[in-house]
């Protein structure tokens, strides 16, 4: 035997074991950083569309605004070039156009709503309540007025009208605001009547109440709510209708549309703007009305 020392085997190198788990704070913060970016990204997108849409909201109102109070106001500048209330003093004159207009266009939607309660009350209950041979036929012949173009409309019936001795009065501007408007009180009528429960009336009925009694002290309460919002809707409308008066009333009935109309025609810019404020007031406050009237079980039974 020499005396070569034996070969050994090499000594293996330790085993190391890497723990998955250490390798997540490297890809959690790099998760982090992105989801960081993304909420950035998508809380500047929902920044620049709600700073588009306050534009398109509000910066008509203030020009509006801006024109109410500009006394002079001419090219190249950008800005009105004196401030001053005195066009408020013209259109707040009693013995102003504007006053007299505003009157007249309030007593004309109040009239208007008397007329077209008075035939969607019972048209909504019957609509709601019986059962009518064609009732769909029925609810889509209330939206004729507003499924064709208004001022072919119009102009034949300031034809008709004209015939009957109503152009240029009251009466005619009155049944062409309520034509219009019986779009919404008849439907939304229709839905209050309709989301009562029937058991309180068979209620009412059985410990004795008439029919008619019934109605007055059970169903029409209940249903006032939805009445009241529709009375605002067609209120609003009469208030806003241009078209109609303009082809039935004028030149002897002059509402506050008509005076804007002609203020902005005739280039009086201040008192088209504060005539456009006046009527802004009451849609604004009445929305918010109807909001308060108008609930959820009312408006899932219109068009039903």
């Given at each position: 035997?020499?005396?070569?020392?034996?070969?050994?085997?090499?000594?293996?190198?330790?085993?190391?074991?890497?723990?998955?788990?250490?390798?997540?704070?490297?890809?959690?913060?790099?998760?982090?950083?992105?989801?960081?970016?993304?909420?950035?990204?998508?809380?500047?997108?929902?920044?620049?569309?709600?700073?588009?849409?306050?534009?398109?909201?509000?910066?008509?109102?203030a020009?509006l605004?801006l024109?109410?109070?500009?006394e002079?106001?001419?090219?190249?500048?950008?800005?009105?070039?004196?401030?001053?209330?005195?066009?408020?003093?013209?259109?707040?004159?009693?013995?102003?156009?504007?006053?007299?207009?505003?009157?007249?266009?309030?007593?004309?939607?109040?009239?208007?709503?008397?007329?077209?309660?008075?035939?969607?009350?019972?048209?909504?209950?019957?609509?709601?309540?019986?059962?009518?041979?064609?009732?769909?036929?029925?609810?889509?012949?209330?939206?004729?007025?507003?499924?064709?173009?208004?001022?072919?409309?119009?102009?034949?019936?300031?034809?008709v009208?004209?015939?009957?001795?109503?152009?240029?009065?009251?009466?005619?501007?009155?049944?062409?605001?309520?034509?219009?408007?019986?779009?919404?009180?008849?439907?939304?009528?229709?839905?209050?009547?309709?989301?009562?429960?029937?058991?309180?009336?068979?209620?009412?009925?059985?410990i004795?109440?008439?029919?008619?009694?019934?109605?007055?002290?059970?169903?029409?309460?209940?249903?006032?709510?939805?009445?009241?919002?529709?009375?605002?809707?067609?209120?609003?409308?009469?208030?806003?209708?241009?078209?109609?008066?303009?082809?039935?009333?004028?030149?002897?009935?002059?509402?506050?549309?008509?005076?804007?109309?002609?203020a902005s025609?005739?280039?009086?810019?201040?008192?088209?703007?504060?005539?456009?404020?006046?009527?802004?007031?009451?849609?604004?406050?009445?929305?918010?009305?109807?909001?308060?009237?108008?609930?959820?079980?009312?408006?899932?039974?219109?068009?039903?």
């Amino acid at each position: 035997m020499s005396g070569e020392a034996p070969l050994l085997p090499a000594r293996a190198e330790p085993l190391t074991l890497v723990d998955p788990a250490s390798d997540v704070p490297r890809r959690s913060a790099s998760s982090g950083t992105r989801a960081r970016f993304w909420s950035l990204g998508s809380t500047g997108l929902k920044i620049v569309g709600l700073a588009i849409f306050a534009f398109l909201l509000f910066g008509p109102l203030a020009n509006l605004a801006l024109w109410s109070v500009a006394e002079r106001w001419y090219t190249p500048f950008k800005l009105p070039v004196s401030y001053g209330m005195r066009y408020w003093e013209v259109v707040f004159r009693p013995t102003g156009d504007a006053m007299a207009s505003l009157a007249t266009s309030i007593s004309i939607a109040c009239l208007t709503v008397l007329v077209a309660l008075t035939v969607s009350v019972p048209a909504g209950y019957a609509l709601a309540r019986l059962r009518l041979p064609w009732r769909t036929a029925l609810m889509i012949l209330f939206l004729l007025p507003q499924a064709f173009p208004s001022v072919a409309i119009y102009i034949n019936v300031a034809r008709v009208f004209y015939s009957l001795g109503l152009t240029g009065t009251i009466t005619g501007v009155v049944l062409v605001h309520a034509a219009h408007g019986l779009v919404y009180s008849v439907w939304i009528a229709a839905a209050a009547f309709a989301a009562i429960d029937r058991d309180l009336e068979l209620a009412a009925r059985n410990i004795g109440a008439s029919p008619l009694r019934t109605f007055f002290t059970v169903t029409l309460p209940l249903a006032a709510p939805g009445i009241m919002a529709s009375a605002i809707f067609v209120f609003l409308e009469s208030l806003d209708e241009f078209t109609g008066t303009f082809f039935v009333g004028v030149p002897q009935v002059t509402t506050l549309p008509l005076l804007l109309y002609n203020a902005s025609m005739g280039g009086n810019y201040q008192i088209a703007s504060i005539t456009a404020l006046i009527l802004l007031v009451p849609s604004v406050l009445f929305m918010i009305v109807i909001e308060r009237f108008l609930k959820a079980d009312v408006l899932s039974k219109v068009g039903q």
